[in-house]
């Protein structure tokens, strides 16, 4: 029998680039899997990265690998024993796949399972007509919410998850890095209640998208002083929450150094270097905690992102900036290497 084939976009060999080529469709879903004929995927940073061929992705990336991890589908099969989903629903899934098995994952804590694996990073992902996944990572859709905010829940699962690391309703908040994370955690902040939502960014493009999503205030530390801003805006308090979100020694500085004494710190954004600090003013004396944040809660944070999406709470057309054809990816992975983009979609079928 001829095998049947379908597009995907690949990293097929140890350098810069992307390819789109016909490969053999996955294999029928086997115990526990799920096959999905995807709609609509978007592209993260985690992909640029690959494509740019960065030092992370040269140390963790093994070609040919088909890459993307943030998805919306259908499901088309089920292997034996899936109980989560049916052919016919309406899926995304959460990138990370935990190995169910190590003290973190007996223990509830999936997110930081010692041997998880990322789609599109460690086995082949999603950015192709069909992806084969295991049925822990699946998530079933609302049907109210489109495939392209569904395919968007996984980075702004990051949002929600950084944003909830503590109750910052009627709290005064700062957000270092207005990308699309940056941007979809203030959007959260303001559709809980935080009392003010002040973000810092450099990128022009950013600055825009963050001021028409409606963050109260954007701060440029080429232009101005993020310290002694935030002091003005905070009545000389500081802020209550600082959620980190651009892996800059500089915004990490001036963000500890804003948040009020007692307040805390949530750090998703991931640093290209070693960071050096005055650990004793900036940490323990201020009295502060600090979270590091990965990946989504399996699925606690799913399901408050269901619910901010369902009942409109959150508007992710803000962020989604560009739509593509599946074949135009090209162009989407462009702007973003220029960061001349919020989300980028790219339509994969109807
Ligand atoms: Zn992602
Ligand atoms: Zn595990």
């Known amino acids: 029998m001829e095998t049947q084939t379908m597009k995907a976009i690949l990293k097929d060999s140890p350098s810069y680039g992307l390819t789109m080529k016909r490969v053999s469709v996955p294999t029928p879903p086997g115990p526990n899997e799920v096959l999905i004929k995807l709609k609509v995927v978007s592209i993260c940073g985690t992909d640029l990265h690959i494509y740019v061929w960065n030092k992370w992705a040269k ?15 259908e499901v088309i099969a089920v292997g034996e024993g899936v109980k989560k989903v049916k052919v016919g629903d309406y899926v995304s899934a959460d990138s990370h796949i935990p190995c169910q098995n190590c003290y973190q994952c007996r223990t509830n804590r999936m997110h930081v399972c010692k041997n998880t694996k990322i789609i599109g990073v460690d086995i082949d992902g999603g950015f192709a007509e069909y992806v084969k996944l ?16 569904a395919s968007v829940q996984e ?29 979809m955690a203030g959007m959260v902040c303001k559709a809980i209640g935080s009392s003010v939502v002040i973000a810092t960014e450099v990128n022009p493009y950013r600055i825009e998208l963050a001021k028409k999503a409606g963050i109260d205030y954007v701060i440029n530390p080429i232009e101005e002083d ?11 308090r500081g802020v209550d929450a600082f959620l980190e979100m651009s892996g800059k020694m500089n915004a990490l500085y001036d963000g500890l150094r804003s948040l ?5 710190a949530a750090l998703l954004g991931v640093f290209d270097d070693d960071v050096s600090l005055n650990i004793n003013d900036l940490i323990v004396f201020k009295g502060i905690r ?51 983009s919020g989300k980028v979609i790219l339509r994969v079928s109807d």
Do not use: C
């Not at 890459?67 to 589908?73: C, L, N, T």
């Not at 990572?137 to 905010?149: A, G, L, Q, R, T």
């Not at 009020?260 to 805390?264: D, L, P």
């Open 155 to 183: 980075p702004f699962g990051n949002a929600i998850h950084t944003v909830f690391a503590e109750d910052v309703s009627a709290k005064s908040v700062l957000i270092t890095g207005m990308g699309p994370i940056g941007l």
């Open 290 to 340: 600090l979270y590091g944040i990965t990946g989504r809660r399996m699925f606690e944070t799913w399901e408050i992102g269901n619910q901010l999406l369902k009942h409109k709470l959150v508007d992710l057309s803000k962020v989604i900036t560009h739509v593509f054809d599946f074949d135009d990816w090209e162009k989407g992975m462009k702007l973003m290497e220029k960061a001349e």
């Open 226 to 236: 993020v310290y002694d801003k935030i002091m003005k805006l905070t009545d000389g």
């Open 59 to 73: 140390n963790r990336i093994k070609p040919p690998i088909i890459v993307g991890h943030e998805i919306a589908g």
């Open 134 to 149: 295991p049925e822990i990572v699946i998530w079933k859709n609302d049907p109210s919410i489109s495939p392209e905010f």
């Open 260 to 264: 009020t004494n007692g307040g805390h």
